[in-house]
C-alpha cells in the first residue's frame, strides 16, 4: 500500500486541487478531490489482480466510473 503522510496528502491536493480535470458542469457531483487522491494513492499502491479497478472501487465503497 502507497502510503504518505497527513503533510505530504495535504501538499498534492494543494497542488492539484485547482486543476481544471476536477472541475464538474454536469449534473451529476463528482467525487471530491480529497477521495479521489486518497483512491489513486490507494491503487497506486496496489499491484497484480489487487489493483484492478473494480477490486479498488469496491474496496472505496465507490462506482466504476467515478
Do not use: C, K, W
Not at 500500500?1 to 481544471?20: G, K
Not at 449534473?27 to 491503487?43: D, F, I
Amino acid at each position: 500500500m502507497l502510503r504518505v503522510s497527513p503533510i505530504v496528502f495535504d501538499t498534492i491536493l494543494t497542488l492539484i486541487q485547482d486543476h481544471p480535470v476536477f472541475a464538474n458542469n454536469s449534473n451529476v457531483p463528482q467525487a471530491s478531490v480529497e477521495e479521489q487522491l486518497a483512491v489513486t494513492l490507494y491503487q497506486m499502491g496496489r499491484y497484480g489482480n489487487a489493483a484492478s479497478v473494480e477490486d479498488v472501487a469496491r474496496i472505496a465503497g465507490i462506482s466504476e466510473g467515478s
